[in-house]
């Protein structure tokens, strides 16, 4: 095995946590916008809605006609980020809002698409729309239908950016 790809495997293992469980997303937008992410959940969490608090590793990035145009990751969460996440493990989706379920999905994006940050980027889907932010702007031509299937897939040992997963402290729920 070459030395990097052996110090890359070692970086990953000391990252991600074992014992997850891993999925991939992909969302296609309006106006030439998409989105691609992945994210983790703990195999302890159990069945049912998992949700941003069961979240261990988070990372989000937006595209323009197939060029980058942001990112967000769960080390950048403050205590201004609007985040919350609805997921179904079983069916593999996302929680679309319905009048029978009002959920939506704000990764650090509120509903207006004013707060992903200068530089920042961001995805919501509510009641009206999903959507990107880019630098606090609602990026109106990247909407689509609220109730758009939004699917990921279960894969096995993602390798996460450095900045995706919380450090070992989080196992304790008090390093957020």
């Known amino acids: 095995m070459p030395v990097r790809l052996f110090i890359a495997t070692l970086f990953a293992f000391c990252t991600h946590p074992a014992f997850a469980q891993d999925y991939v997303f992909e969302w296609t937008g309006s106006g030439g916008y998409s989105m691609r992410g992945a994210m983790s959940f703990p195999l302890s969490v159990g069945k049912g809605i998992l949700t941003e608090a069961q979240v261990q590793c988070f990372e989000i990035e937006g595209f323009l006609d197939g060029a980058p145009i942001g990112r967000w990751a769960l080390e950048q969460l403050t ?4 985040w919350q996440l609805n997921f179904d493990p079983e069916a593999q ?12 999905q704000a990764w650090n994006m509120d ?9 920042g980027f961001g995805f919501n889907l509510g009641d009206f729309a999903q959507d990107l932010c880019l630098d606090n702007s609602l990026l109106v031509e990247s909407q689509v239908p609220p109730s758009t299937p939004f699917p990921a897939t279960e894969v096995f ?15 304790s729920r008090g390093a957020r």
């Open 79 to 82: 205590e201004e980020t609007t």
């Open 111 to 119: 509903g207006g698409g004013e707060n992903c940050g200068d530089d």
């Open 93 to 104: 989706r996302f929680l679309t809002a319905s009048a029978e379920l009002p959920v939506s």
């Open 157 to 171: 040992g993602h390798v996460f950016s450095p900045d995706a997963c919380f450090g070992a402290a989080i196992m």
